[in-house]
């Protein structure tokens, strides 16, 4: 077999042969998920947002959450944490939150191809959601006034 990268920067005969099956190999062991697209253009639509993102407080939860009808998740960022409880109706979700520090904050779910549902937590922080329907879904919370907003986004759950 010839050295990979032939003279002048060309590929040999053996080096596609290879690439080709290094890319079916790939295509077989660890396929492009179909909803990629679908996934990246989600994530996208808030680039025009001013948002921090908050991450996975305990990843083992996710389990759960696939696994059953009823799952919790606890999402942090520097002075914030959500926690959600999903409960699975029917091919709907209902998603009973509460936010640290506790106040009374906008509250938004977006699910892909769904739209955005809207509601505002109490004094308490805890806030619910009910209807959700299934699919690639991200919690907003904004904090502050209008003059001094600020927006937190979770990463993105597959319910």
């Known amino acids: 077999m010839n050295e990979v990268g ?7 005969a053996d080096d596609e042969i290879l690439l080709a099956d290094i890319g079916r190999l790939l295509d077989e062991l660890d396929p ?6 679908q996934r990246v253009q989600f994530a996208l639509a808030l680039e025009d947002l ?9 990843l083992d939860t ?12 606890t999402f ?5 944490t959500v926690m959600i409880n999903l409960t699975k109706i029917g091919k709907q979700h209902r998603i009973d939150g509460w936010l640290v520090p506790a106040g009374q904050y906008g ?11 809207s509601t505002t937590a109490d004094e308490g922080g805890r ?33």
């Open 6 to 12: 032939a003279p002048g920067g060309t590929a040999s």
């Open 76 to 80: 942090t960022v520097s002075d914030l």
């Open 62 to 73: 996710l389990a759960g959450v696939r696994g059953s009808g009823t799952g919790t998740i």
């Open 32 to 37: 492009v998920p179909d909803d990629l697209v």
């Open 107 to 117: 509250v938004e779910v977006r699910v892909a191809e769904h739209g955005t549902t």
């Open 127 to 159: 806030f619910v959601l009910d209807n959700v329907p299934r699919g690639t879904t991200q919690i907003l919370v904004h904090l502050g006034d209008v003059t001094c907003r600020r927006t937190v986004v979770t990463p993105t759950v597959v319910l």
């Open 50 to 58: 001013d948002v921090e993102v908050a991450r996975w407080e305990r």
